[in-house]
Protein backbone atom coordinates (compact mmCIF):
# COMPACT_ATOMS: atom_id res chain seq x y z
CA UNK A 1 0.00 0.00 0.00
CA UNK A 2 2.94 2.04 1.02
CA UNK A 3 4.37 1.64 -2.38
CA UNK A 4 1.04 2.96 -4.25
CA UNK A 5 0.43 6.08 -2.24
CA UNK A 6 3.20 8.09 -4.37
CA UNK A 7 0.99 7.35 -7.73
CA UNK A 8 -2.14 8.14 -5.98
CA UNK A 9 -0.55 11.53 -4.92
CA UNK A 10 1.37 11.82 -8.45
CA UNK A 11 -2.33 10.97 -10.21
CA UNK A 12 -4.06 13.98 -7.95
CA UNK A 13 -1.53 16.44 -9.08
CA UNK A 14 -1.83 15.54 -12.43
CA UNK A 15 -5.71 15.76 -12.62
CA UNK A 16 -5.66 19.26 -10.78
CA UNK A 17 -3.12 20.61 -13.40
CA UNK A 18 -5.39 19.23 -15.91
CA UNK A 19 -8.65 20.89 -14.33
CA UNK A 20 -6.06 24.54 -13.44
CA UNK A 21 -5.38 24.11 -17.22
CA UNK A 22 -8.62 23.41 -18.69
CA UNK A 23 -10.72 26.45 -16.79
CA UNK A 24 -8.07 28.48 -17.70
CA UNK A 25 -8.41 28.43 -20.76
CA UNK A 26 -12.61 29.29 -20.05
CA UNK A 27 -13.60 33.07 -20.52
CA UNK A 28 -14.80 34.94 -17.55
CA UNK A 29 -17.82 36.59 -17.99
CA UNK A 30 -18.82 39.35 -16.14
CA UNK A 31 -22.23 41.03 -15.85
CA UNK A 32 -22.59 44.32 -18.40
CA UNK A 33 -23.20 47.28 -16.25
CA UNK A 34 -23.52 49.10 -19.54
CA UNK A 35 -27.11 51.34 -19.31
CA UNK A 36 -27.73 51.22 -23.10
CA UNK A 37 -31.74 50.79 -22.87
CA UNK A 38 -31.20 50.28 -26.75
CA UNK A 39 -34.38 47.64 -27.86
CA UNK A 40 -31.24 45.91 -30.04
CA UNK A 41 -29.10 44.81 -26.86
CA UNK A 42 -29.52 41.87 -24.81
CA UNK A 43 -27.48 42.84 -21.99
CA UNK A 44 -28.87 43.11 -18.56
CA UNK A 45 -29.82 47.00 -19.04
CA UNK A 46 -30.72 46.95 -22.86
CA UNK A 47 -34.58 47.01 -23.46
CA UNK A 48 -34.39 43.60 -26.34
CA UNK A 49 -36.89 41.73 -24.17
CA UNK A 50 -39.84 44.27 -23.93
CA UNK A 51 -39.37 45.19 -27.33
CA UNK A 52 -39.44 41.16 -28.43
CA UNK A 53 -43.19 41.45 -26.19
CA UNK A 54 -44.53 44.02 -28.44
CA UNK A 55 -45.91 41.47 -31.39
CA UNK A 56 -47.79 39.16 -28.97
CA UNK A 57 -49.45 41.91 -27.21
CA UNK A 58 -50.18 44.09 -30.26
CA UNK A 59 -51.19 40.87 -32.50
CA UNK A 60 -52.63 43.64 -35.23
CA UNK A 61 -50.10 46.25 -35.19
CA UNK A 62 -46.86 46.80 -37.09
CA UNK A 63 -44.11 47.09 -34.97
CA UNK A 64 -41.03 48.56 -36.28
CA UNK A 65 -37.47 50.57 -34.85
CA UNK A 66 -36.74 54.34 -35.94
CA UNK A 67 -33.93 56.21 -35.11
CA UNK A 68 -35.42 59.51 -36.84
CA UNK A 69 -36.88 62.34 -34.97
CA UNK A 70 -40.37 61.85 -34.64
CA UNK A 71 -41.31 65.08 -36.56
CA UNK A 72 -39.27 62.91 -40.08
CA UNK A 73 -40.79 59.96 -39.30
CA UNK A 74 -41.08 57.35 -41.88
CA UNK A 75 -43.74 55.14 -39.87
CA UNK A 76 -45.93 58.42 -38.20
CA UNK A 77 -48.55 59.70 -39.79
CA UNK A 78 -49.96 62.63 -37.93
CA UNK A 79 -53.35 62.63 -39.77
CA UNK A 80 -54.15 58.75 -39.18
CA UNK A 81 -55.10 57.76 -35.81
CA UNK A 82 -54.35 54.13 -33.57
CA UNK A 83 -50.40 54.70 -33.90
CA UNK A 84 -48.21 54.38 -31.11
CA UNK A 85 -44.86 56.27 -30.39
CA UNK A 86 -42.77 54.44 -27.69
CA UNK A 87 -39.79 56.32 -26.72
CA UNK A 88 -37.36 54.72 -23.56
CA UNK A 89 -34.64 56.58 -22.62
CA UNK A 90 -32.34 58.25 -20.10
CA UNK A 91 -33.22 61.35 -21.10
CA UNK A 92 -35.80 63.72 -22.92
CA UNK A 93 -34.69 66.14 -24.71
CA UNK A 94 -37.20 67.45 -27.56
CA UNK A 95 -37.24 71.13 -29.32
CA UNK A 96 -40.07 73.19 -30.05
CA UNK A 97 -40.58 71.65 -33.69
CA UNK A 98 -40.75 67.92 -31.93
CA UNK A 99 -43.29 69.46 -29.29
CA UNK A 100 -45.46 70.47 -31.62
CA UNK A 101 -45.54 67.53 -33.86
CA UNK A 102 -46.76 65.23 -30.74
CA UNK A 103 -49.21 66.86 -29.90
CA UNK A 104 -50.79 67.15 -33.08
CA UNK A 105 -50.04 63.32 -33.58
CA UNK A 106 -51.68 62.80 -30.05
CA UNK A 107 -54.94 64.83 -30.88
CA UNK A 108 -55.62 62.97 -33.67
CA UNK A 109 -56.23 59.87 -31.98
CA UNK A 110 -52.94 58.56 -31.19
CA UNK A 111 -50.83 57.24 -28.48
CA UNK A 112 -47.17 58.69 -27.06
CA UNK A 113 -45.33 56.51 -24.27
CA UNK A 114 -42.35 58.78 -23.33
CA UNK A 115 -39.83 56.51 -20.57
CA UNK A 116 -37.13 58.77 -19.04
CA UNK A 117 -35.44 59.94 -16.14
CA UNK A 118 -34.89 63.38 -16.98
CA UNK A 119 -37.07 65.99 -19.46
CA UNK A 120 -35.05 68.84 -20.47
CA UNK A 121 -35.57 71.81 -22.88
CA UNK A 122 -39.26 72.57 -22.73
CA UNK A 123 -40.84 69.17 -22.02
CA UNK A 124 -41.12 70.03 -18.21
CA UNK A 125 -43.47 73.38 -19.48
CA UNK A 126 -45.11 71.33 -21.92
CA UNK A 127 -46.65 68.66 -19.95
CA UNK A 128 -47.22 71.52 -17.35
CA UNK A 129 -44.83 68.73 -14.69
CA UNK A 130 -41.62 68.82 -12.94
CA UNK A 131 -39.50 66.04 -12.64
CA UNK A 132 -36.71 65.65 -10.64
CA UNK A 133 -34.26 63.23 -12.09
CA UNK A 134 -31.12 61.60 -11.77
CA UNK A 135 -28.23 60.01 -13.87
CA UNK A 136 -27.65 56.30 -15.29
CA UNK A 137 -24.09 57.59 -15.82
CA UNK A 138 -21.06 59.01 -14.55
CA UNK A 139 -19.36 59.14 -10.72
CA UNK A 140 -23.03 59.38 -9.41
CA UNK A 141 -24.63 56.59 -11.17
CA UNK A 142 -24.41 54.24 -8.18
CA UNK A 143 -25.78 56.49 -5.23
CA UNK A 144 -28.95 55.39 -5.68
CA UNK A 145 -28.86 51.97 -4.75
CA UNK A 146 -28.77 48.13 -5.75
CA UNK A 147 -32.66 47.62 -5.87
CA UNK A 148 -35.87 49.09 -7.49
CA UNK A 149 -39.35 48.78 -5.99
CA UNK A 150 -42.02 49.59 -8.04
CA UNK A 151 -46.09 49.90 -8.22
CA UNK A 152 -49.04 50.28 -10.05
CA UNK A 153 -52.45 51.60 -8.91
CA UNK A 154 -54.11 47.99 -8.08
CA UNK A 155 -57.82 49.34 -8.79
CA UNK A 156 -56.80 50.39 -12.48
CA UNK A 157 -54.18 47.18 -12.99
CA UNK A 158 -55.54 45.11 -10.86
CA UNK A 159 -52.87 42.45 -8.45
CA UNK A 160 -50.09 41.99 -8.12
CA UNK A 161 -49.30 46.05 -8.02
CA UNK A 162 -45.84 45.60 -6.41
CA UNK A 163 -42.35 44.68 -8.45
CA UNK A 164 -39.03 44.28 -7.67
CA UNK A 165 -35.53 43.36 -8.40
CA UNK A 166 -31.88 43.82 -7.18
CA UNK A 167 -30.92 46.13 -9.91
CA UNK A 168 -30.09 49.51 -10.52
CA UNK A 169 -31.81 51.70 -8.44
CA UNK A 170 -31.48 55.08 -10.53
CA UNK A 171 -34.44 56.75 -11.30
CA UNK A 172 -37.05 59.79 -11.37
CA UNK A 173 -40.00 60.75 -9.82
CA UNK A 174 -42.76 63.40 -10.76
CA UNK A 175 -42.59 66.22 -7.95
CA UNK A 176 -45.64 68.23 -9.85
CA UNK A 177 -48.11 67.99 -11.72
CA UNK A 178 -52.00 68.59 -12.06
CA UNK A 179 -54.19 66.56 -9.97
CA UNK A 180 -57.65 67.97 -12.02
CA UNK A 181 -56.13 67.21 -15.72
CA UNK A 182 -53.23 64.00 -14.67
CA UNK A 183 -54.32 60.44 -13.41
CA UNK A 184 -51.59 58.66 -11.93
CA UNK A 185 -51.01 55.68 -12.55
CA UNK A 186 -47.80 53.92 -10.88
CA UNK A 187 -45.36 54.84 -7.85
CA UNK A 188 -42.30 53.93 -6.24
CA UNK A 189 -42.51 52.43 -2.80
CA UNK A 190 -42.51 56.05 -0.84
CA UNK A 191 -45.60 56.50 -2.58
CA UNK A 192 -43.13 59.43 -5.44
CA UNK A 193 -45.31 59.20 -8.82
CA UNK A 194 -43.39 57.58 -11.83
CA UNK A 195 -46.21 56.74 -13.75
CA UNK A 196 -49.27 58.93 -15.34
CA UNK A 197 -51.06 59.61 -18.15
CA UNK A 198 -52.43 62.84 -19.71
CA UNK A 199 -55.43 62.98 -22.46
CA UNK A 200 -55.01 65.61 -25.45
CA UNK A 201 -57.79 65.16 -27.61
CA UNK A 202 -58.49 61.85 -28.85
CA UNK A 203 -55.36 60.74 -27.66
CA UNK A 204 -53.04 60.52 -24.58
CA UNK A 205 -49.21 61.06 -23.41
CA UNK A 206 -48.06 58.35 -20.80
CA UNK A 207 -44.78 59.30 -18.85
CA UNK A 208 -42.73 57.00 -17.19
CA UNK A 209 -39.62 58.17 -15.19
CA UNK A 210 -38.36 54.86 -14.42
CA UNK A 211 -36.75 53.16 -17.63
CA UNK A 212 -34.89 50.94 -16.05
CA UNK A 213 -38.36 48.91 -15.37
CA UNK A 214 -38.17 47.86 -19.55
CA UNK A 215 -34.55 46.54 -19.11
CA UNK A 216 -34.37 42.99 -19.68
CA UNK A 217 -32.98 42.36 -16.29
CA UNK A 218 -36.10 44.11 -14.23
CA UNK A 219 -38.68 42.30 -17.00
CA UNK A 220 -36.51 38.89 -16.89
CA UNK A 221 -36.13 38.78 -12.98
CA UNK A 222 -39.10 36.98 -11.70
CA UNK A 223 -42.69 37.81 -12.97
CA UNK A 224 -41.44 41.79 -13.65
CA UNK A 225 -42.76 41.01 -17.00
CA UNK A 226 -46.37 41.12 -15.72
CA UNK A 227 -45.05 44.83 -14.89
CA UNK A 228 -44.33 45.85 -19.10
CA UNK A 229 -47.68 43.70 -19.74
CA UNK A 230 -49.92 45.79 -17.45
CA UNK A 231 -47.82 49.41 -18.66
CA UNK A 232 -48.54 47.96 -22.05
CA UNK A 233 -52.10 47.86 -21.12
CA UNK A 234 -53.31 51.31 -20.64
CA UNK A 235 -52.66 51.64 -24.85
CA UNK A 236 -55.90 50.15 -27.19
CA UNK A 237 -55.34 46.80 -28.22
CA UNK A 238 -56.42 47.65 -32.05
CA UNK A 239 -52.98 49.97 -32.80
CA UNK A 240 -52.03 49.36 -36.31
CA UNK A 241 -48.93 50.82 -35.67
CA UNK A 242 -46.31 50.71 -32.46
CA UNK A 243 -42.74 52.82 -33.99
CA UNK A 244 -39.75 52.26 -30.93
CA UNK A 245 -37.75 55.44 -31.28
CA UNK A 246 -34.22 55.42 -30.14
CA UNK A 247 -33.32 58.51 -31.43
CA UNK A 248 -33.08 60.41 -27.95
CA UNK A 249 -30.48 57.37 -27.10
CA UNK A 250 -28.40 57.99 -30.37
CA UNK A 251 -28.76 62.07 -30.09
CA UNK A 252 -28.55 62.29 -26.22
CA UNK A 253 -28.71 65.67 -23.93
CA UNK A 254 -25.25 66.64 -23.92
CA UNK A 255 -24.18 66.47 -27.81
CA UNK A 256 -28.10 68.21 -28.40
CA UNK A 257 -26.55 70.91 -26.05
CA UNK A 258 -23.66 71.19 -28.00
CA UNK A 259 -25.35 71.96 -31.16
CA UNK A 260 -27.57 74.66 -29.87
CA UNK A 261 -24.90 76.20 -27.53
CA UNK A 262 -25.35 77.56 -23.95
CA UNK A 263 -27.26 80.70 -25.40
CA UNK A 264 -29.70 78.44 -27.04
CA UNK A 265 -30.13 76.43 -24.58
CA UNK A 266 -31.05 79.19 -22.11
CA UNK A 267 -33.30 80.82 -24.11
CA UNK A 268 -35.46 78.00 -24.34
CA UNK A 269 -36.52 78.84 -20.59
CA UNK A 270 -39.41 81.67 -21.03
CA UNK A 271 -37.78 83.22 -17.81
CA UNK A 272 -34.54 83.70 -18.71
CA UNK A 273 -35.88 84.67 -22.33
CA UNK A 274 -37.61 87.77 -21.05
CA UNK A 275 -34.59 88.69 -18.84
CA UNK A 276 -32.63 88.59 -21.42
CA UNK A 277 -34.64 91.06 -23.66
CA UNK A 278 -35.16 93.29 -21.08
CA UNK A 279 -31.32 93.76 -20.26
CA UNK A 280 -30.78 94.14 -24.18
CA UNK A 281 -33.89 96.87 -24.34
CA UNK A 282 -32.84 98.55 -21.19
CA UNK A 283 -29.04 98.61 -23.36
CA UNK A 284 -30.20 99.96 -26.19
CA UNK A 285 -32.06 102.74 -24.33
CA UNK A 286 -28.98 103.48 -22.37
CA UNK A 287 -26.86 103.79 -25.40
CA UNK A 288 -29.04 106.04 -26.66
CA UNK A 289 -29.53 108.21 -23.90
CA UNK A 290 -25.83 108.88 -23.46
CA UNK A 291 -25.46 109.77 -26.68
CA UNK A 292 -27.71 112.35 -27.11
CA UNK A 293 -26.54 114.01 -23.33
CA UNK A 294 -23.20 113.63 -24.97
CA UNK A 295 -23.47 114.88 -28.38
CA UNK A 296 -21.78 118.28 -29.25
CA UNK A 297 -24.18 120.97 -30.31
CA UNK A 298 -23.27 121.70 -34.29
CA UNK A 299 -22.96 125.71 -34.77
CA UNK A 300 -24.82 127.09 -37.42
CA UNK A 301 -22.74 127.94 -40.52
CA UNK A 302 -23.72 130.91 -43.40
CA UNK A 303 -24.31 129.89 -46.92
CA UNK A 304 -21.04 129.74 -48.85
CA UNK A 305 -21.06 132.73 -51.22
CA UNK A 306 -20.32 132.69 -55.26
CA UNK A 307 -17.07 135.24 -54.43
CA UNK A 308 -16.32 134.39 -58.32
CA UNK A 309 -20.23 136.07 -59.78
CA UNK A 310 -19.36 138.83 -57.72
CA UNK A 311 -15.87 139.28 -58.98
CA UNK A 312 -17.24 139.19 -62.47
CA UNK A 313 -19.49 141.66 -62.04
CA UNK A 314 -16.83 143.82 -60.23
CA UNK A 315 -14.65 144.13 -63.09
CA UNK A 316 -17.61 144.21 -65.81
CA UNK A 317 -18.62 147.51 -63.71
CA UNK A 318 -15.08 149.00 -63.83
CA UNK A 319 -14.35 148.47 -67.56
CA UNK A 320 -18.23 150.24 -67.99
CA UNK A 321 -17.35 152.92 -65.79
CA UNK A 322 -13.94 153.89 -67.70
CA UNK A 323 -15.37 153.00 -71.22
CA UNK A 324 -12.38 151.25 -72.56
CA UNK A 325 -14.90 149.39 -75.20
CA UNK A 326 -11.97 147.84 -76.75
CA UNK A 327 -9.88 146.84 -73.99
CA UNK A 328 -12.80 144.54 -72.86
CA UNK A 329 -13.80 143.54 -76.23
CA UNK A 330 -10.12 141.49 -76.40
CA UNK A 331 -10.61 140.44 -72.86
CA UNK A 332 -13.87 138.93 -74.02
CA UNK A 333 -12.05 137.67 -76.94
CA UNK A 334 -8.83 136.01 -75.31
CA UNK A 335 -11.37 133.99 -73.19
CA UNK A 336 -13.28 132.92 -76.18
CA UNK A 337 -10.09 131.48 -77.61
CA UNK A 338 -9.28 129.86 -74.60
CA UNK A 339 -12.58 128.60 -73.98
CA UNK A 340 -12.36 127.04 -77.38
CA UNK A 341 -8.83 126.32 -76.64
CA UNK A 342 -9.77 124.11 -73.78
CA UNK A 343 -12.76 122.64 -74.63
CA UNK A 344 -12.68 121.54 -78.44
CA UNK A 345 -8.36 120.99 -78.45
CA UNK A 346 -8.26 123.43 -81.27
CA UNK A 347 -5.37 125.54 -81.72
CA UNK A 348 -5.90 129.44 -82.11
CA UNK A 349 -2.24 130.60 -83.23
CA UNK A 350 -4.14 130.89 -86.38
CA UNK A 351 -7.40 132.60 -87.04
CA UNK A 352 -7.78 131.01 -90.58
CA UNK A 353 -10.07 129.20 -92.48
CA UNK A 354 -8.88 126.18 -91.03
CA UNK A 355 -9.49 127.31 -87.46
CA UNK A 356 -13.44 128.17 -88.77
CA UNK A 357 -13.72 124.37 -90.46
CA UNK A 358 -12.43 122.82 -87.14
CA UNK A 359 -14.67 124.79 -84.49
CA UNK A 360 -17.81 124.41 -86.81
CA UNK A 361 -16.91 120.69 -87.03
CA UNK A 362 -16.00 119.91 -83.65
CA UNK A 363 -19.01 122.11 -82.13
CA UNK A 364 -21.76 122.17 -85.09
CA UNK A 365 -22.30 126.11 -84.59
CA UNK A 366 -23.35 127.70 -87.77
CA UNK A 367 -19.92 128.35 -89.97
CA UNK A 368 -21.18 131.66 -90.77
CA UNK A 369 -21.47 133.24 -87.41
CA UNK A 370 -18.19 131.60 -86.66
CA UNK A 371 -16.54 133.46 -89.36
CA UNK A 372 -18.15 137.06 -88.17
CA UNK A 373 -16.19 136.27 -84.79
CA UNK A 374 -13.39 135.83 -86.48
CA UNK A 375 -13.33 138.70 -88.69
CA UNK A 376 -13.95 141.14 -85.56
CA UNK A 377 -11.04 139.02 -83.90
CA UNK A 378 -8.91 139.75 -86.44
CA UNK A 379 -10.39 143.46 -86.62
CA UNK A 380 -8.98 143.94 -83.29
CA UNK A 381 -5.92 142.90 -83.48
CA UNK A 382 -5.31 144.80 -85.83
CA UNK A 383 -6.02 148.69 -84.13
CA UNK A 384 -9.66 149.06 -85.14
CA UNK A 385 -11.64 151.49 -83.32
CA UNK A 386 -15.02 150.39 -81.63
CA UNK A 387 -18.02 151.79 -80.45
CA UNK A 388 -20.75 150.60 -77.57
CA UNK A 389 -22.66 149.43 -80.32
CA UNK A 390 -20.41 146.95 -81.61
CA UNK A 391 -19.69 146.10 -78.13
CA UNK A 392 -23.26 145.23 -77.26
CA UNK A 393 -23.05 143.64 -80.72
CA UNK A 394 -20.45 141.20 -79.89
CA UNK A 395 -21.45 140.36 -76.82
CA UNK A 396 -24.75 138.69 -78.15
CA UNK A 397 -22.76 136.52 -80.61
CA UNK A 398 -20.39 135.78 -78.06
CA UNK A 399 -22.92 134.69 -75.58
CA UNK A 400 -24.96 132.61 -78.47
CA UNK A 401 -21.96 130.44 -79.47
CA UNK A 402 -21.78 129.78 -75.70
CA UNK A 403 -25.52 128.82 -75.09
CA UNK A 404 -25.99 126.76 -78.31
CA UNK A 405 -23.08 124.36 -78.05
Known amino acids: MKKLIPYIIGLVIVFLLAWVISQAGRPVRNFDERVTLRPSDKIPYGTAAA ?12 IVTESLKPDVSRHLDEFDSRQALMIVTKN ?10 LSRFVREGNYVFISAQNFYGNSEYFFDIAVLGSSLDGLFADAFGDSLSISLDSTIFGSPSKFVYPGKGASGWIQR ?15 KPNFIRIRQGNGAFFIHTTPLAFSNYFILHKSNVQYFQKVMSVLPDDLKSVVWSDYYLTNPVMSRQKEKGILSTLMEYKSFHAWFYAMLSLLILYVLMEMRRRQRMIPPHERPKNDSLDFVKTMGRLYYEKRDDRNLLIKMSVYFLEHVRRTYKISSGELDQKFVEALHYKSGYPKGEIEAIVSFILYLKRGGTVSEKQLVHYHKKLESFYQNT
Open 51 to 62: KSLLPFLFKDAK
Open 177 to 191: YRSDVISVLGRYEDG
Open 92 to 101: FYPDDDELSY
